[in-house]
């Protein structure tokens, strides 16, 4: 199916409103307010530069503002990713329909969430959603009112974290550094945990998932997320 000349036009138009942050998240039974724990941007737009270490967190052209909260988390529970248009939107303006593309969580245990910068490897993934039966990880996600759930996984060892929600919007990434990449992370304190686990670590790097042309691709495809598989216990 080819998308047509006018759609695309709308879809390019509305890309600079469309942008989104990860500003809250839900963790032991509560939501936690706007920024808490979270170095959120003022600026809701995407990283575009795969080769950026700037995709670890977030950063320049969207400087981040520090937090010094940790959120309490306990192994083997959901936590929520709140997702929203601007760091004051609603539940009803999340991401522009037209953003299509898959949805991840990461993990970095780190010495101090509150300082480490998230730059280099030891990250690996908790969470993935990329396209079943026509449906990308982003609709679920703007469907759910902003809501990204993530388990984190019982078997890993106690001790701060680095999360890191990403959502990929793929409408452009028929070129090189077209895919628009959005992410923040949040800080964690993981208690609970077996610590037998032995998650395999890795450094951001280009992946095939990150230049396709959703719209004129041959139907049907698979669609491969970027990043390694997803660590379970």
């Known amino acids: 199916m080819k998308v047509s000349t006018a759609i695309a036009a709308v879809l390019s138009a509305s890309a600079a409103s469309a942008h989104t942050i990860f500003v809250q ?7 936690n307010p706007v920024s808490y724990g979270i170095r959120t941007p003022s ?15 977030n950063g320049p052209p969207n400087p981040t503002t520090p937090s010094k909260d940790i959120i309490q988390v306990t ?3 959901d936590v929520t990713a709140v997702w929203r248009h601007t760091l004051t939107s609603g539940a009803n303006d999340v991401m ?23 730059v280099g ?16 990880g982003t609709d679920t996600v ?6 990204q759930v993530i388990r984190i ?11 890191r929600a990403e959502m990929i919007a793929l409408h452009g990434a028929r070129s090189v550094n077209g895919a628009q990449l959005y992410m923040e992370c949040a800080q964690l304190n993981v ?12 450094s951001q790097s280009n992946d095939p998932g990150l230049l396709l042309d959703i719209y004129n691709v041959k139907q049907p495809f698979t669609y491969v997320i970027p990043g390694p598989p997803k660590f379970t216990c």
């Open 25 to 31: 998240l839900g963790a032991n039974g509560k939501t």
């Open 43 to 57: 600026y809701d737009g995407p990283q575009t530069d795969v080769s950026s270490s700037n995709l670890a967190c």
């Open 75 to 77: 192994a083997g529970s």
């Open 96 to 118: 522009d329909a037209g953003h299509k593309g898959p949805v991840m969580a990461y993990l970095r245990k780190v010495t101090d969430a509150k300082t480490d910068s998230g």
């Open 121 to 136: 490897g030891g990250w690996f993934k908790i969470q993935e959603e990329g396209l079943n039966n026509g449906k990308w």
């Open 142 to 147: 703007i469907n759910n009112q902003g809501n």
């Open 153 to 163: 996984p019982q078997c890993i060892a106690n001790g701060q974290y680095l999360l």
């Open 191 to 202: 208690t609970g945990g077996t610590g037998t686990g032995s998650p395999k670590t890795f």
